[in-house]
């Protein structure tokens, strides 16, 4: 199977062929702009003097106005082939030797995957960083906040870089500090702060490992706690026994899927829209609730619906369904099993007869699967080839040159979180490792 990559520029080049024909025809990508390079819109933003997410699932969201950018690639690395490519990036890994590592996240293009020491999910990777104290750069292709928790997580003499600094997440960015804090204050007039006769504060704040490091921070300052998508229940499990009600952020789909998991009424679960005073909510509602949930969700997860497992199904009778909890409700709901990254790799590595898979997750992991394990069959839900957005921002061309950098003594692109920060957000990030399932 060719990659997400090379499909992409296949489809774009036959779509530019037939340009006279109009509609989307079914394998096709959402934007024809993803076979260019990720420098384009480094250079676009530029000119524009405003962020964007690019070419992808996000294309349409908001990008906000602090949001980094990145400068411009050099010529050297925007102009070579992938052959000059891989052999400058295989030269200073040799070079480099145990100085730096390089970390790929799932959703990462196979044509980056193929450099990585470690591939994985966010929490897994920014782990896999510490068994390499030797390493002076830890090369995180994956997006901003997974750098930062690497930051959080690695020594102050280890550097953390991010190949391309508007690798960044639509969802992340969709809850900020300002905002939260300003939530945090509504919520604390109604609610106030004491404990009620069982010792249980009004709210925990929850946010996903998928947020800036200052709303770590927050958790951490707030008696508050970071969860993954793997142990988002145990998570609010534990929330519940300190806490009468929980504010999870930024995922509502997270939120919302987990809480129904753990029998919470849908009416138990406003959402909390931060343009909007109390979110949008009337007070008696706020009271009433168990789970607040922020208004952000993943443009990738977005795509996934209902119609699709129906067609999986009558196409393929007997196909397992898995789906990422980051999907709406309805689609966890109509899907024979929900969980992360690493549950959906499990749960197929785990089946010992020849299976047909359809997977509501990020397309290059879905490839990367389906080509590890020939003897199933595996295909995404969405039928439209449109990858994460930011994670496309990394190609090798930025790989190359962050090590080259690295190699002439030089360190580009370090994502250094505040040490007040860290040492909060380090705050939430231990209670979620101390909560134990149940
Ligand atoms: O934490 C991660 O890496 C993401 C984005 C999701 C997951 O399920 O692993």
Not at 262 to 286: C, F, H, S, V, Y
Not at 376 to 400: E, K, N, W
Request: aromatic share 8%; with cysteine.
């Amino acid at each position: 199977m060719s990659s997400v990559n090379t499909a992409i520029q296949l489809i774009t080049r036959e779509q530019a062929e037939k340009a006279a024909t109009a509609g989307k025809a079914a394998g096709s990508t959402c934007s024809p702009d993803l076979a260019r390079g990720p420098w384009d819109y480094d250079l676009a933003e530029a000119l524009a003097g405003t962020p964007a997410y690019g070419p992808g699932a996000s294309i349409a969201d908001v990008a906000p106005a602090a949001t980094p950018r990145q400068g411009q690639l050099p010529d050297k690395y925007k102009n070579a082939g992938d052959a000059e490519l891989d052999t400058w990036i295989r030269a200073a890994k040799a070079e480099l030797g145990e100085r730096a590592v390089i970390l790929g996240h799932f959703y990462q293009r196979d044509e980056v995957i193929q450099y990585a020491d470690f591939v994985g999910d966010s929490f897994q990777l920014a782990n896999a960083a510490l068994t390499k104290p030797d390493a002076e750069a830890i090369i995180f292709c994956g997006v901003h906040f997974m750098a930062e928790t690497a930051d959080i997580l690695s020594t102050p003499e280890q550097a953390v870089i991010l190949p391309n600094l508007a690798a960044g997440c639509s969802m992340a960015d969709m809850a900020d500090a300002d905002s939260v804090e300003d939530c945090w204050e509504q919520l604390t007039e109604i609610f106030g702060t004491g404990p009620d006769a069982d010792g249980r504060v009004p709210v925990i704040p929850v946010t996903y490992m998928n947020s800036s490091a200052a709303l770590k921070a927050f958790c951490g300052r707030n008696g508050g706690v970071v969860c993954t998508s793997s142990n988002a229940r145990t998570v609010l499990e534990e929330a519940f026994e300190r806490g009468q009600r929980v504010l999870f952020f930024p995922d509502q789909h997270l939120g919302r899927n987990t809480a129904k998991a753990l029998g919470i009424p849908l009416e138990q679960m406003p959402m909390w829209n931060p343009r909007k005073d109390l979110g949008g909510n009337d007070e008696q509602a706020l009271l009433d609730s168990r789970v607040i949930l922020w208004h952000g969700f993943c443009s990738v997860h977005k795509r996934f619906n209902v119609a699709q497992i129906d067609k999986a199904r009558a196409d393929f009778p007997g196909v397992n369904v898995i789906v990422h909890p980051e999907c709406p409700m309805e689609v966890v709901d109509a899907a024979d099993s929900a969980g992360s990254t690493d549950f959906i790799k499990k749960a197929i590595a785990a089946a010992t007869e020849p299976t047909t898979f359809a997977i509501g997750t990020e397309i290059n992991m879905v490839n990367r699967l389906a080509a590890e394990y020939p003897q199933h069959t595996i295909f995404c839900l969405d039928p439209v080839i449109c990858p994460c957005s930011t994670m496309y921002r990394i190609h090798p061309g930025y790989l190359a040159w962050v090590l080259e950098e690295l190699v002439a003594g030089r360190i580009v692109n370090r994502i250094t979180v505040d040490s007040g920060v860290q040492a909060d957000a380090k705050v939430a990030l231990e209670r979620m490792l101390a909560a134990k399932p149940k």
